[in-house]
């Protein structure tokens, strides 16, 4: 009897301990997660103070999980900002969709002996900082009696909408065309006292002597003194682009005769391959070179059978870039034009394209580490910057302390304090994303 009674008393216990486990359980595991659903919240409210911060701009924050599939953070992600060069991502994300190995430089015909010619826009031909010229190399094999160059059905304007119309001057806006040729610029070299300028075409046109650097907004005259030249970049301006002038640097360089032709539909002929794509696109991107990005969107537009920058982006809109939240408004492929405007969201998407597009091997190889200096052990951030006066804006990825990607974009407009501020502020704002997430 006695036996029985222990028993009992240890059944019941038994049982007692497993309806408190069933109990307390859910309790625990409900309570651990309220926890950190608190500590999520308590570090988005003190980022979202971070940003509130920023002195005298407005600004944008979006930070998306790439594996989870979800937003961490939303401040103001839905207004728009001026992209500036953040709009090379949207650039990127057009080629990359195009799964290239080569540029396409040209499509060909060879009929009787003529050569008839159908550039599409690469800028790398003959281009000072591409030492490997396959597309040269290419067309000057196919030489006969006469090359015959057919432009485009319609015009590419030289500029792009809502481009600063007095910048036509400086290294960074240089002239877009459907035949890009030695970089559409002018290159001023000093050695031993010695100028060089290339192509050689122009040597008779600058004056090292002058007072200040300047061209005419006209004419293919160049005021370029020796005193202004720099030993490691920008020793070039751009020349002002005509058909006339694209025949007479052929001319110049090709041991053929040149006509210029009537305008041709795209599609017809062979195609003549340029260099890799892969270096090209990283140039663009890490040197936010605006003539390359100008010119791949173009290139990218040919090859896709567009007559029209117009009617290329509407498609682009309306198809690789379908799924974004917001109307994308698009004007340019470099990110020059005041006209663009995007969403912090909408950058947001385009590098989950991106993402789910290429390995992320390359995209570390295409992204410019942006924190790497001394001061922050192991890279942390790839992604591209955009400046224009007054406005930057940084959107990439970010691989947090627990090893997740992250997708971010940081845009603020508007300020007026030192470019610097803004910087130290932003690289404040993602370290503590870095370390939160």
Partial sequence: MIKKLKSLKQSNKRTT???????LLPLLF????LIQKSSLKSNVKSISNEVANLPKSFTGLSVYDLDQNKYLIKINDDHYFTPASNTKILTLAAYLNLHLTNIPSF????????????PLGDPTFLHPEFKE??????LTSLLSDSLILHPPLHPITHYGPGWSWDDYNYYFQLERSWMPIFGNRVNVQSTLDEITISPSFFAPFVNVDADKKYRDPDYNIFNYPIESLSEDKNNYVPFKVNNELIKKLLIDTLPTNVILGLPEALGKGTLIQG?????IL????????NFLAEQLLINAQRVQGYETQKTYLTYLKSSLFASLPDPLIWVDGSGLSVYNMNTPRNLVKALEIIFHMITWDEIIELFPDKFSDENINNSFVYAKTGTLRHNQALSGYLITQSGRKLAFSFMCNHYTVPPSKIRAETEKILLHIRDAY
């Fill in 275 to 279: 260099p890799l794509v892969t270096p």
């Fill in 282 to 289: 990283k140039k663009m991107m890490f040197k936010s070179d």
């Fill in 17 to 23: 301990l497993f309806f408190v486990k069933i109990i």
């Fill in 133 to 138: 010229q396959p597309g040269y190399t290419s």
């Fill in 30 to 33: 409900s309570s651990c997660q």
């Fill in 107 to 118: 499509y060909y015909q060879k009929i009787e002996n003529q050569l008839h010619l159908i």
